[in-house]
């Protein structure tokens, strides 16, 4: 089942049912995708270019621009080398088609992206699943499934979509290291978000860039569209020449190339956006704790909120609307029980944007203790 028509007004805004309600929800993260420069710059290169390049890159498309926004992403982090791919989805199964002849099985986090999964499947190789932010578990695993010289895939979330919980990439990586295997983080949530430059999840766990494999995507951070593969300048060469998923396929739009390239342009130049994010953030889920809900201690603009029942949900959503906000309601397999509230922060919401929300809840809490 669909979720409901959406239709996006200025940057924080969207016209539901009729109605123009503050929207946090989705994970366009600084609004980027509304950004007039980065609006502007697809227009005049959909002029330029026009829209697609049609074909392989391995044939006819290496479009400069293509050149351009890989360099362009592994210069924001702070990498050798990165490979754009058709969509943030496709990004793992890329990668892990490349490389997956160097290991002897792939251990998935219980609680990874679907992508992930799918990436896991296309291995070939057996894959095995370890329980939720659990190095010890992992650890165990390792050391009871793998014989000697055999080396472990360990493929993680960096930022858990639900809820915005971190993996622990640290104790990961040490693990995967012990037998000679690598992690691969997808860092959908964590790039452009987390660490002091954005530069994703490692920053944040204090790793140096490189120490794990990295898949993100252009669409949430960025504003734009496309995913990509970001690290060593070997790795990206094996990508290009023995990954399918990347050899066969047509690249992203040309317009939308040119876009990301500005988007990122943005985000180097603008860090304070990344830092305004996350001490909003921050100060947001300390109001959510203080009311008593259970969300992650972490700088992750994404927060979970939930009543744990499905009545009490019904009033907070109707508490959301009352004050002209969209009720970012989730229901579907992996989510809490009764469903919950999936809000996302961005650096362009107001304080007072924020504090109508936080007013929504406090108000629904003390309505329903009494």
Not at 35 to 50: D, M, N, R, S
Not at 308 to 326: E, F, P
Request: proline content about 6%; some cysteine; glycine content about 10%.
């Amino acid at each position: 089942m669909l979720g409901p028509q959406l239709k996006f007004v200025g940057r924080t805004g969207v016209l539901f049912e009729g109605r123009e309600l503050t929207f946090f929800g989705g994970n366009d993260y600084h609004r980027l995708s509304t950004h007039p420069e980065v609006i502007k710059t697809l227009v005049e290169a959909a002029w330029q270019f026009g829209l697609a390049s049609a074909g392989s890159r391995m044939t006819t498309a290496n479009h400069p621009l293509y050149v351009s926004l890989e360099r362009q992403t592994a210069s924001f982090l702070g990498v050798e080398a990165a490979a754009i791919c058709p969509a943030g989805y496709m990004s793992n199964a890329v990668l892990v088609q490349a490389v997956a002849r160097d290991y002897s099985v792939v251990f998935l986090e219980e609680k990874a992206h679907a992508s992930l999964v799918e990436a896991a499947k296309l291995s070939g190789l057996p894959v095995r699943s370890f329980k939720h932010r659990d190095p010890s578990d992992l650890s165990d695993q390792c050391s009871k499934l793998l014989p000697a010289g055999d080396c472990p895939l360990v493929l993680t979330d960096g930022v858990f979509p639900n809820t915005g919980h971190l993996a622990p990439i640290s104790d990961y990586v040490e693990i995967a290291r012990r037998y000679s295997g690598d992690v691969l983080v997808d860092d959908c949530h964590g790039i452009g978000v987390l660490g002091a430059a954005g530069k994703g999840s490692c920053e944040e766990a204090g790793l140096p860039p490189q120490s794990a494999f990295v898949t993100g995507t252009l669409s949430k951070a960025f504003g734009c569209f496309g995913g990509f593969i970001a690290g060593s300048q070997a790795l990206i060469e094996r990508v290009r020449t023995q990954g399918p998923g990347f050899i066969g396929s047509t690249p992203i739009p040309l317009p939308v190339a040119a876009a990301a390239i500005r988007s990122t342009d943005l985000l180097t130049a603008e860090p304070e956006r990344i830092a305004l994010l996350r001490s909003r953030t921050i100060a947001f889920k300390a109001e959510l704790r203080a009311l008593g809900f259970a969300v992650s201690e972490t700088a992750s603009p994404i927060s979970s909120v939930t009543f744990l029942d499905t009545d009490k949900n019904q009033a907070l959503y109707d508490q959301l609307l009352s004050r002209g906000i969209y009720p970012s309601f989730i229901n579907y397999p992996g989510c809490p029980p009764g469903g919950h509230f999936r809000f996302t922060l961005s650096s362009e919401h107001s304080d007072e944007q924020i504090e109508s929300l936080l007013g929504a809840l406090r108000s629904s809490c003390s309505e329903l203790e009494q």
